[in-house]
């Protein structure tokens, strides 16, 4: 069974960084690399909503970012840790949300939480004043 742990949320001012960490057990290297991984948010009262994905096609490897964080966030991977990050910079109110990584090898449009077979139990992210 895959698990997947998040980790490195916390409280930080507008304008600050965090970086989120997302593990992966339970699964193959072979497989991880095959996954496509996503970041997905959810703030009180909200809907969940898609932040930022990365897959890996032909050999190469795709990052792709909602409008409202590109240019701030970054999604990366080391497959060697079973491991996908988030950093968030210039970190706003707005971005205030539980934040969730999921995994699954059916995944085709990556920005829909429901291709998604795997999930970890979120990581909180407040950004106040």
């Known amino acids: 069974q895959v698990q997947l742990v998040e980790s490195g949320g916390g409280l930080v001012r507008p304008g600050g960084s965090l970086r989120l960490s997302c593990a992966a057990s339970?699964?193959?290297?072979?497989?991880?690399?095959?996954?496509?991984i996503g970041w997905f948010r959810q703030a009180p009262g909200k809907e969940r909503e898609a932040v930022s994905y990365i897959e890996r096609s032909g050999g190469e490897i795709y990052t792709y970012y909602r409008d409202m964080v590109k240019g701030r966030f970054t999604i990366s991977r080391d497959d060697s840790k079973n491991t996908v990050y988030l950093q968030m910079n210039s970190l706003n109110l707005e971005d205030t949300a539980v934040y969730y990584c999921?995994?699954?090898?059916?995944?085709?449009?990556?920005?829909?939480?429901?291709?998604?077979?795997?999930w970890g139990q979120g990581t909180q992210v407040t950004v106040s004043s």
């Open positions: 999921a995994t699954g090898n059916t995944v085709i449009s990556g920005f829909l939480w429901d291709e998604y077979d795997y």
């Open positions: 339970g699964i193959s290297l072979d497989d991880y690399k095959s996954y496509s």
